[in-house]
């Protein structure tokens, strides 16, 4: 099992920065990958980034491209998401995820933070 804890949300205004860290333990060397997602009430949770454990390959959501950036640590067990030019619908709680193959599901979750963008 990998243990996740997230850090690093809050209130910020549009246009503005913020920097989630997501520190990951437990059997850290079973990762292959490492996502975040965000939630809204009412609404699916939506993959936002990922990136390989060893760090040679992200991905991104169309919305968050060129805004957000992902990054990892591993010799620090820390995964790193970036946000940049915050929009109103960039609000929720972002959730920091683990997946231990490269055909599994992510079957590892924080408990996630809450990030609010103010107009």
């Known amino acids: 099992q990998v243990q996740l804890v997230e850090s690093g949300g809050g209130l910020v205004q549009a246009g503005g920065s913020l920097r989630l860290s997501c520190g990951a333990s437990g059997r850290t060397f079973n990762i292959y990958r490492m996502g975040w997602f965000r939630q809204v009430p009412g609404k699916e949770r939506e993959f936002v980034a990922s990136i390989t454990w060893n760090g040679g390959s992200t991905v991104y959501a169309d919305s968050v491209k060129g805004r957000f950036t992902i990054s990892g640590d591993n010799a620090k067990n820390t995964v790193t998401l970036q946000m940049n030019s915050l929009k109103p619908e960039d609000a929720g709680v972002y959730y920091c995820?683990?997946?231990?193959?490269?055909?599994?599901?992510?079957?590892?979750w924080g408990q996630g933070t809450q990030v609010t963008v103010s107009s």
């Open positions: 995820a683990a997946r231990l193959s490269s055909m599994g599901q992510y079957g590892n």
